[in-house]
Protein backbone atom coordinates (compact mmCIF):
# COMPACT_ATOMS: atom_id res chain seq x y z
CA UNK A 1 0.00 0.00 0.00
CA UNK A 2 1.61 3.14 -1.10
CA UNK A 3 2.43 5.10 2.49
CA UNK A 4 1.14 8.29 0.85
CA UNK A 5 -2.26 7.46 1.58
CA UNK A 6 -1.35 7.08 5.36
CA UNK A 7 -0.03 10.21 4.94
CA UNK A 8 -2.81 11.84 3.77
CA UNK A 9 -5.45 9.81 6.03
CA UNK A 10 -2.98 11.01 9.39
CA UNK A 11 -3.55 14.64 7.70
CA UNK A 12 -7.43 14.12 7.36
CA UNK A 13 -7.58 13.35 11.31
CA UNK A 14 -5.64 16.02 12.29
CA UNK A 15 -7.38 18.35 10.60
CA UNK A 16 -10.53 17.57 11.31
CA UNK A 17 -9.86 17.25 15.06
CA UNK A 18 -13.62 16.88 16.73
CA UNK A 19 -16.03 15.55 13.29
CA UNK A 20 -16.22 11.87 12.52
CA UNK A 21 -15.49 11.04 8.65
CA UNK A 22 -17.21 8.40 6.66
CA UNK A 23 -15.48 5.54 5.30
CA UNK A 24 -17.16 6.61 2.35
CA UNK A 25 -15.62 10.24 2.46
CA UNK A 26 -12.31 8.92 3.45
CA UNK A 27 -12.38 6.92 0.40
CA UNK A 28 -13.33 9.52 -1.96
CA UNK A 29 -10.85 11.81 -0.58
CA UNK A 30 -8.21 9.79 -0.40
CA UNK A 31 -9.20 7.96 -4.12
CA UNK A 32 -8.71 4.67 -2.91
CA UNK A 33 -10.82 1.69 -2.35
CA UNK A 34 -12.62 1.50 1.64
CA UNK A 35 -11.02 -1.79 2.54
CA UNK A 36 -7.54 0.53 1.84
CA UNK A 37 -8.99 2.83 4.36
CA UNK A 38 -10.10 0.17 6.80
CA UNK A 39 -6.15 -1.50 6.33
CA UNK A 40 -4.59 1.70 6.76
CA UNK A 41 -6.85 2.71 9.83
CA UNK A 42 -5.80 -1.16 11.65
CA UNK A 43 -2.52 -0.62 10.65
CA UNK A 44 -2.68 2.97 12.66
CA UNK A 45 -4.02 1.14 15.37
CA UNK A 46 -1.24 -1.02 15.57
CA UNK A 47 1.12 1.79 16.29
CA UNK A 48 -0.62 3.00 19.15
CA UNK A 49 -3.21 5.86 17.08
CA UNK A 50 -6.68 5.35 19.17
CA UNK A 51 -9.65 5.93 15.91
CA UNK A 52 -12.72 5.77 17.22
CA UNK A 53 -15.50 3.86 15.04
CA UNK A 54 -19.11 5.18 15.59
CA UNK A 55 -21.66 3.30 13.09
CA UNK A 56 -23.51 5.97 10.73
CA UNK A 57 -21.35 7.98 11.56
CA UNK A 58 -17.33 7.14 10.71
CA UNK A 59 -13.78 7.64 12.18
CA UNK A 60 -12.32 10.25 14.34
CA UNK A 61 -8.93 10.36 15.63
CA UNK A 62 -8.42 10.77 19.35
CA UNK A 63 -4.84 9.88 20.25
CA UNK A 64 -1.83 9.52 19.33
CA UNK A 65 1.33 7.39 19.81
CA UNK A 66 3.84 9.00 22.19
CA UNK A 67 6.62 6.34 21.09
CA UNK A 68 9.84 6.90 19.20
CA UNK A 69 10.19 4.09 17.03
CA UNK A 70 12.58 3.53 14.10
CA UNK A 71 9.71 2.54 12.01
CA UNK A 72 7.70 5.61 12.79
CA UNK A 73 11.10 7.70 12.01
CA UNK A 74 11.71 6.23 9.32
CA UNK A 75 8.53 6.26 8.04
CA UNK A 76 8.88 9.39 4.69
CA UNK A 77 12.37 10.11 5.83
CA UNK A 78 13.62 11.80 2.45
CA UNK A 79 17.46 11.67 4.15
CA UNK A 80 19.98 9.24 2.56
CA UNK A 81 22.19 9.27 5.88
CA UNK A 82 20.95 10.67 8.97
CA UNK A 83 18.29 8.32 10.34
CA UNK A 84 18.62 5.90 7.76
CA UNK A 85 20.38 3.55 10.67
CA UNK A 86 18.45 3.74 14.27
CA UNK A 87 19.36 1.89 17.24
CA UNK A 88 16.61 2.46 19.67
CA UNK A 89 16.60 2.21 23.45
CA UNK A 90 14.30 1.98 26.30
CA UNK A 91 16.31 3.32 29.02
CA UNK A 92 19.89 3.61 28.68
CA UNK A 93 22.84 6.03 31.19
CA UNK A 94 23.19 7.69 27.41
CA UNK A 95 22.96 7.57 24.01
CA UNK A 96 26.64 9.21 23.87
CA UNK A 97 28.50 5.92 25.33
CA UNK A 98 26.61 4.14 22.93
CA UNK A 99 26.86 5.71 19.97
CA UNK A 100 30.89 6.10 21.05
CA UNK A 101 30.98 2.39 21.20
CA UNK A 102 28.98 2.10 17.50
CA UNK A 103 31.70 4.35 16.18
CA UNK A 104 34.42 2.32 17.30
CA UNK A 105 32.81 -0.56 15.89
CA UNK A 106 32.40 1.30 12.32
CA UNK A 107 29.07 2.04 12.05
CA UNK A 108 27.97 4.60 8.98
CA UNK A 109 27.97 7.56 9.37
CA UNK A 110 24.46 9.20 10.11
CA UNK A 111 23.87 6.31 12.69
CA UNK A 112 21.26 7.40 15.34
CA UNK A 113 21.12 6.00 18.97
CA UNK A 114 17.90 7.08 20.45
CA UNK A 115 16.51 6.57 24.05
CA UNK A 116 13.30 6.41 25.53
CA UNK A 117 14.87 7.61 28.87
CA UNK A 118 18.47 8.31 29.90
CA UNK A 119 19.76 7.51 33.95
CA UNK A 120 23.41 9.39 33.46
CA UNK A 121 22.39 11.75 30.27
CA UNK A 122 25.65 14.02 29.55
CA UNK A 123 25.82 18.12 29.66
CA UNK A 124 28.57 20.26 28.41
CA UNK A 125 31.23 20.88 30.87
CA UNK A 126 30.49 17.53 32.93
CA UNK A 127 26.89 18.64 33.62
CA UNK A 128 24.22 15.72 34.10
CA UNK A 129 21.11 16.40 31.57
CA UNK A 130 17.96 15.43 32.91
CA UNK A 131 15.84 13.11 30.30
CA UNK A 132 12.74 12.05 31.95
CA UNK A 133 11.04 8.98 30.29
CA UNK A 134 9.15 9.43 26.94
CA UNK A 135 9.53 13.49 27.37
CA UNK A 136 11.97 14.18 24.90
CA UNK A 137 14.14 13.44 22.29
CA UNK A 138 17.77 11.90 23.63
CA UNK A 139 19.45 10.93 20.66
CA UNK A 140 23.58 10.28 19.38
CA UNK A 141 24.40 10.94 15.85
CA UNK A 142 27.41 9.66 14.33
CA UNK A 143 29.05 11.65 11.77
CA UNK A 144 32.72 10.72 9.74
CA UNK A 145 33.40 14.28 8.07
CA UNK A 146 36.52 14.27 6.21
CA UNK A 147 37.92 17.65 8.48
CA UNK A 148 40.80 18.27 10.12
CA UNK A 149 40.14 17.98 14.39
CA UNK A 150 40.29 22.00 15.23
CA UNK A 151 36.94 22.24 13.03
CA UNK A 152 34.68 19.76 15.09
CA UNK A 153 33.80 23.09 16.89
CA UNK A 154 31.69 23.87 13.80
CA UNK A 155 29.57 20.77 13.47
CA UNK A 156 27.66 22.10 17.05
CA UNK A 157 26.81 25.51 15.73
CA UNK A 158 25.59 23.44 12.15
CA UNK A 159 23.69 21.30 14.75
CA UNK A 160 22.25 24.08 16.57
CA UNK A 161 21.30 26.04 13.21
CA UNK A 162 19.74 23.10 11.94
CA UNK A 163 17.80 22.44 14.86
CA UNK A 164 16.61 25.64 15.30
CA UNK A 165 15.38 25.74 11.47
CA UNK A 166 13.56 22.06 11.80
CA UNK A 167 11.78 23.64 15.01
CA UNK A 168 10.80 27.09 13.48
CA UNK A 169 9.22 25.02 10.57
CA UNK A 170 7.70 22.21 11.99
CA UNK A 171 6.48 24.22 15.20
CA UNK A 172 6.27 27.77 14.54
CA UNK A 173 8.22 28.27 17.58
CA UNK A 174 10.91 31.18 17.60
CA UNK A 175 14.10 30.02 18.45
CA UNK A 176 17.47 31.56 19.60
CA UNK A 177 20.68 30.14 19.78
CA UNK A 178 23.63 30.71 23.11
CA UNK A 179 26.71 30.49 22.34
CA UNK A 180 28.20 27.93 21.61
CA UNK A 181 25.05 25.28 21.50
CA UNK A 182 22.16 26.17 23.52
CA UNK A 183 18.35 27.12 21.99
CA UNK A 184 16.80 29.40 23.82
CA UNK A 185 13.05 29.79 23.65
CA UNK A 186 11.59 33.09 25.85
CA UNK A 187 15.08 33.39 27.05
CA UNK A 188 14.87 29.50 28.18
CA UNK A 189 16.71 26.65 27.33
CA UNK A 190 14.64 23.92 25.35
CA UNK A 191 17.68 21.90 23.69
CA UNK A 192 21.35 21.22 24.70
CA UNK A 193 23.99 19.21 22.15
CA UNK A 194 27.36 18.09 23.02
CA UNK A 195 29.68 17.29 20.29
CA UNK A 196 32.35 15.04 21.37
CA UNK A 197 35.36 13.62 19.08
CA UNK A 198 37.39 10.81 17.97
CA UNK A 199 40.16 12.00 16.33
CA UNK A 200 44.20 11.53 15.24
CA UNK A 201 46.22 14.81 15.42
CA UNK A 202 45.39 15.80 11.99
CA UNK A 203 41.94 13.91 11.15
CA UNK A 204 38.47 13.61 12.58
CA UNK A 205 37.82 9.98 12.92
CA UNK A 206 34.38 10.50 14.13
CA UNK A 207 32.12 12.99 15.65
CA UNK A 208 29.39 12.28 18.31
CA UNK A 209 26.73 14.96 17.66
CA UNK A 210 24.40 14.22 21.17
CA UNK A 211 21.43 16.15 21.27
CA UNK A 212 18.86 16.89 23.89
CA UNK A 213 15.29 18.39 22.90
CA UNK A 214 13.09 19.03 26.16
CA UNK A 215 9.74 18.30 23.98
CA UNK A 216 7.08 17.20 25.87
CA UNK A 217 8.02 17.59 29.17
CA UNK A 218 6.30 18.98 32.07
CA UNK A 219 6.92 22.19 34.01
CA UNK A 220 6.73 19.36 37.01
CA UNK A 221 9.01 17.39 35.61
CA UNK A 222 12.20 19.82 35.93
CA UNK A 223 13.71 19.62 38.81
CA UNK A 224 12.96 22.52 40.94
CA UNK A 225 16.39 24.14 40.24
CA UNK A 226 15.88 24.41 37.24
CA UNK A 227 12.26 25.28 36.76
CA UNK A 228 13.12 28.85 35.96
CA UNK A 229 15.76 28.17 33.22
CA UNK A 230 14.59 25.50 31.06
CA UNK A 231 11.41 24.99 29.05
CA UNK A 232 9.67 22.86 26.73
CA UNK A 233 8.54 22.60 23.50
CA UNK A 234 5.59 21.81 24.33
CA UNK A 235 4.92 24.19 27.76
CA UNK A 236 5.83 27.01 24.62
CA UNK A 237 2.86 25.81 22.75
CA UNK A 238 0.17 26.26 25.76
CA UNK A 239 0.85 22.59 26.79
CA UNK A 240 -0.09 20.93 23.31
CA UNK A 241 1.70 17.54 23.14
CA UNK A 242 4.17 17.35 20.61
CA UNK A 243 4.84 14.37 17.91
CA UNK A 244 8.24 13.59 18.69
CA UNK A 245 8.96 11.50 15.55
CA UNK A 246 7.68 13.81 13.12
CA UNK A 247 10.02 16.45 14.84
CA UNK A 248 13.00 13.75 14.68
CA UNK A 249 12.56 13.48 11.57
CA UNK A 250 12.54 16.80 10.44
CA UNK A 251 15.86 17.14 12.14
CA UNK A 252 17.55 15.00 10.52
CA UNK A 253 16.13 16.40 6.96
CA UNK A 254 17.76 20.08 8.34
CA UNK A 255 20.66 18.53 9.38
CA UNK A 256 21.79 16.31 6.67
CA UNK A 257 20.86 19.71 4.45
CA UNK A 258 22.92 21.92 6.32
CA UNK A 259 25.79 18.79 6.21
CA UNK A 260 26.03 18.51 2.68
CA UNK A 261 26.33 22.18 2.12
CA UNK A 262 29.39 22.81 4.97
CA UNK A 263 30.82 19.90 3.18
CA UNK A 264 30.54 21.38 0.11
CA UNK A 265 30.74 24.80 0.43
CA UNK A 266 32.64 25.42 4.03
CA UNK A 267 31.42 27.05 6.80
CA UNK A 268 30.81 30.57 6.25
CA UNK A 269 27.00 30.56 5.42
CA UNK A 270 26.16 28.60 8.89
CA UNK A 271 28.19 31.32 10.54
CA UNK A 272 25.68 33.87 8.98
CA UNK A 273 23.42 31.76 9.69
CA UNK A 274 23.89 31.39 13.43
CA UNK A 275 24.97 34.71 14.16
CA UNK A 276 21.08 35.50 12.90
CA UNK A 277 19.69 33.40 15.47
CA UNK A 278 22.13 34.36 17.94
CA UNK A 279 21.04 36.01 21.35
CA UNK A 280 24.46 37.51 22.46
CA UNK A 281 25.93 38.74 19.50
CA UNK A 282 26.04 42.92 20.44
CA UNK A 283 25.48 42.66 23.65
CA UNK A 284 27.24 42.82 26.90
CA UNK A 285 27.92 38.94 27.98
CA UNK A 286 30.43 37.58 31.00
CA UNK A 287 32.05 34.32 29.92
CA UNK A 288 32.50 32.01 32.82
CA UNK A 289 36.03 30.13 31.76
CA UNK A 290 38.02 28.02 33.45
CA UNK A 291 40.54 30.49 33.99
CA UNK A 292 38.15 33.17 35.19
CA UNK A 293 35.48 35.51 34.04
CA UNK A 294 35.40 37.39 30.57
CA UNK A 295 32.73 41.03 30.66
CA UNK A 296 32.55 42.11 27.52
CA UNK A 297 30.37 42.48 24.15
CA UNK A 298 29.90 39.32 22.04
CA UNK A 299 30.96 40.24 18.58
CA UNK A 300 30.81 37.33 16.38
CA UNK A 301 32.46 34.44 16.16
CA UNK A 302 35.65 32.57 14.16
CA UNK A 303 35.56 30.47 11.31
CA UNK A 304 36.65 27.98 13.97
CA UNK A 305 32.90 28.89 15.81
CA UNK A 306 35.08 30.90 18.60
CA UNK A 307 33.32 33.09 20.41
CA UNK A 308 34.94 37.30 20.09
CA UNK A 309 34.12 39.24 23.13
CA UNK A 310 35.61 43.38 22.92
CA UNK A 311 36.56 44.28 26.38
CA UNK A 312 36.36 47.66 27.60
CA UNK A 313 39.47 48.57 26.61
CA UNK A 314 38.98 47.20 22.82
CA UNK A 315 40.63 43.91 23.44
CA UNK A 316 39.55 40.80 21.45
CA UNK A 317 39.32 37.68 23.61
CA UNK A 318 38.63 34.56 22.27
CA UNK A 319 36.44 32.29 23.80
CA UNK A 320 36.69 28.46 23.01
CA UNK A 321 34.86 27.10 26.43
CA UNK A 322 32.56 29.07 29.15
CA UNK A 323 30.08 29.11 30.44
CA UNK A 324 27.91 32.64 29.11
CA UNK A 325 25.77 34.88 31.18
CA UNK A 326 23.73 37.72 29.16
C1 LIG B 1 24.29 20.63 27.21
O1 LIG B 1 24.91 20.61 28.28
O2 LIG B 1 23.59 21.59 26.90
C2 LIG B 1 24.35 19.45 26.28
C3 LIG B 1 23.29 18.44 26.59
C4 LIG B 1 23.32 17.24 25.66
C5 LIG B 1 22.32 16.18 26.06
C6 LIG B 1 22.22 15.06 25.08
S1 LIG B 1 20.82 14.04 25.36
C7 LIG B 1 21.40 12.88 24.21
C8 LIG B 1 22.89 12.79 24.40
N1 LIG B 1 23.21 11.82 25.43
C9 LIG B 1 23.74 12.40 26.50
O3 LIG B 1 24.10 11.79 27.52
N2 LIG B 1 23.87 13.71 26.30
C10 LIG B 1 23.39 14.12 25.01
Redo the contacts with the bound molecule.
Sequence with gaps: MPSSIREELLAVFNNEKETYISGQMLSEKLNCTRTAIWKHIEELRNEGYVIEAVQKRGYRMTGRPDKLSSDVVKRNLTTNKIGQNIHFYETTP???RIAHLLAQQGKPEGTVVFAEE?T??????D?S?H?PVGAGI???IILRPNLPPQHAPQLTLLAAVAIVRAIESELNITCEIKWP??ILINGK?AV???TELHAEADRINSVIV???INVNTTKEEFPSELQHLATSLSLEKGGDKIDRASLARVIFESLEEMYEKYLEHGFTFIKLLWESYSVSIGKQIIARTISGEIRGYARGITDEGVLMIEESDGKIQYIHSADIEL
Design positions: STQQEGKGRLRWSWMSNDKGILGIG
